[in-house]
């Protein structure tokens, strides 16, 4: 027999919380129609791309008097993308619906990603099988993976695989892309009068598939919980040895939500927020101009140490840095099949290839970084074509820089303190985490909630509980349809509908209470220290969730 841990043997018998709604069985439920809805932006692209699904209303659950019974329906389910702490309970929510609501329905998995459903490979799921994996962090139930789902002979395929296996509804856990994907695939569905719908539900650490309707990707909780303690260790370790200025990078792919939460729970000195740097449009220079201030600052006082946050996506947003990157995209796509690039021996060739080729101002900026950033930032695009930030070593560029400038300024007289700098980056240590509390009652939510619209035949939707803030049993079920929160961007040089990520907004409560506090912390070491997320004890320790998702809520309820 595998042999467990003593919280994963805890972790297995919690028995996740449901909105009252939900708690009282999936067969007696209603649901209550809004008004139409519209996209975000680019109404009528949009509604041109989606004719079929497009100005569905939102929707909510409410308990009916009478029960329902429901016809036999075999599901597939998705996972998509990184990693989020709660993916199993997604499953496992979904699951349990699906077996309350008629014992003889079935769940497929697909393995591996999207790439599972195009290529039939899939599991069912089973009491046994879905058991083990309650309340447990990961995705290695099933697996995930990147492959976007876009193309008409994708769906074809994955038309073929749902025929086979009798599937009338898929569901695809996934983050903005993945659900524009979801989204795209359910209007095809349609078009094709197949009879399959398909429904997302909201997947992120990085925090950025929020917005109205939406108010928190799951996996956000707990991975800020992870490195909120992580950052609070090293805190105590800095305040203790007092030698060091330590550099953490945090994960997110662009915004900075992550490393912003993590911040308000620690309160290190510096903290970096890649929106403002654009807002701004804070030049490299003008970063390691303000950090080596506020290092010699405290060295002044006698500090020689500290704590400073990056966020993972920061170099793409300083400005001269993002022109010379998206150049760079277009130049690494054309360069993919070119012999001499493919072929060079050595890597200095391949700056050269590189800087023949980019405008000249992104030249020069390219070949002011150091060999070891110029490398990463040829290594390979993820599907979307982008840059893979979590390989870009930022905090290792920010501490050379500000070692030259710190040197600089010691040979003119202005710093007499020592810079001896640790890097670190927190990314794949927190996605992966058993979910906290919050997580794995939002996930199971999300989950069970996820086939009560399937029961009522929607599609094109994205599961939607909210309230969070308040108790379990108070979280309000529903839906929301997926084109209401797109727009047209331009991805690989084309016009494509996707749903708007959400970035940091500095007029924001969560970005103002940053503010407020920065210049204090800077100076003053006011760290915090969360400590291990907490499963068991009083509920204002174990189930309380993010400094974000309670200011936005607070701020939202009383514009209300
Ligand atoms: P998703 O948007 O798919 O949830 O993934 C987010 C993320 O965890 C980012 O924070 C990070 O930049 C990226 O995935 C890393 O990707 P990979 O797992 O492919 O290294």
């Known amino acids: 027999m595998k042999k467990l841990s003593p ?12 909105p009252a709604t939900l708690a009282l069985g999936i067969n007696s439920l209603e649901v209550a129609e809004g008004e139409a809805t519209q996209s975000v932006r680019d109404q009528e692209q949009i509604q041109n791309l989606f004719k079929n699904t ?28 990184g990693q989020a702490p709660g993916g199993h309970n997604v499953i496992a929510g979904l699951y349990d619906a699906l077996k309350q609501a008629n014992s003889s329905n079935k769940l497929y998995g697909f393995l591996g990603g999207p790439s599972g459903i195009i290529d039939g490979k899939y599991v069912e799921f089973s009491d046994e099988f879905i058991d083990q994996y309650r309340n447990t962090g990961g995705f290695d139930i099933i697996g995930s993976g990147r492959t976007k789902l876009e193309t008409e002979e994708q769906f074809q395929k994955s038309l073929e695989v749902c025929k086979k296996l009798n599937i009338s509804a898929v569901v695809i856990i996934g983050g903005d ?46 991975a800020t919980k992870t490195y909120a303690e992580l950052i609070g260790n090293i805190q105590r370790d800095a305040n203790s040895a007092k030698k060091y200025w330590h550099f953490i990078k945090i994960m997110g792919r662009s915004a900075s939500h992550v490393a912003l939460e993590a911040a308000l729970q620690t309160q290190p000195n510096i903290t970096l927020i890649s929106e403002e740097v654009e807002e701004r449009k804070m030049s490299l220079e003008s970063i390691i ?51 001499s690039f493919v072929n060079a021996t050595t890597i200095r060739e391949k700056f050269d290839i590189v800087e023949n080729r980019l405008d000249s101002a992104n030249a020069k900026v390219y070949s002011s970084l150091p060999v070891l950033i110029k490398e990463q930032l040829l290594a390979d695009r993820d599907p979307h074509g982008n840059v893979q930030v979590s390989k870009i070593e930022t905090e290792k560029l920010l501490i050379e820089m500000i070692s ?3 040197d600089e300024l010691k040979s003119q007289g202005d710093f007499i303190g020592k810079f001896s700098a640790q890097s670190h980056f927190f990314g794949y240590e927190g996605r992966c985490a058993f979910p906290s509390n919050f997580d794995a009652d939002y996930c199971y939510s999300l989950g069970f909630n996820a086939f009560a ?20 049993d ?61 499963y068991f004890g009083p509920s204002c320790v174990c189930d309380v969730t993010t400094c974000t998702l309670q200011l936005e809520r607070e701020k939202t309820l009383v514009n209300a």
Not at 7 to 18: F, H, S, T, V
Not at 187 to 202: A, D, H, L, R, Y
Not at 294 to 307: C, D, M, T
């Open 54 to 81: 497009y100005g569905k209303p939102v929707v909510t659950f409410k308990n009916s008097i009478s029960m329902s019974v429901s016809q036999p329906k075999n599901v597939g389910v998705i996972l998509s993308g």
């Open 7 to 18: 919280l994963q043997i805890e972790r297995l018998k919690y028995q996740p919380k449901l």
């Open 453 to 472: 619209l399937i029961n009522f035949g929607l599609t094109g939707y994205l599961s939607s509980v909210r309230n969070l803030t308040q108790p379990a």
């Open 404 to 406: 030259t400038r710190l």
């Open 289 to 339: 101009n303000y950090m080596s201030e506020v290092i010699v600052k405290r060295s002044n006082s006698g500090k020689n140490f500290g704590i400073a946050i990056i966020p993972e996506g920061l170099i793409e947003f300083i400005p001269e840095m993002k022109s010379m990157i998206a150049n760079l995209n277009d130049i690494m796509a054309a360069l993919e099949n070119d012999p």
């Open 177 to 222: 892309d993945s659900n524009t994907n979801a989204a795209l695939l359910a209007e095809w569905f349609v078009k094709n009068n197949t009879g399959i719908q398909v429904i997302g539900c909201p997947k992120t650490i990085d925090g950025d598939l929020k917005n109205d309707q939406i108010e928190i990707s799951f996996g956000f909780d707990t």
């Open 474 to 534: 108070k979280w309000i079920a529903g839906g929301i349809p997926l084109t209401m929160m797109m727009n047209m961007e331009r991805r690989h040089g084309e016009m494509k509908p996707v749903i708007q990520k959400a970035l940091v907004r500095l007029d924001g409560p969560v970005f103002k209470q940053l503010e407020e506090h920065r210049e204090d912390w800077a100076m003053n070491d006011r760290y915090l220290f969360p400590g291990a997320v907490q």
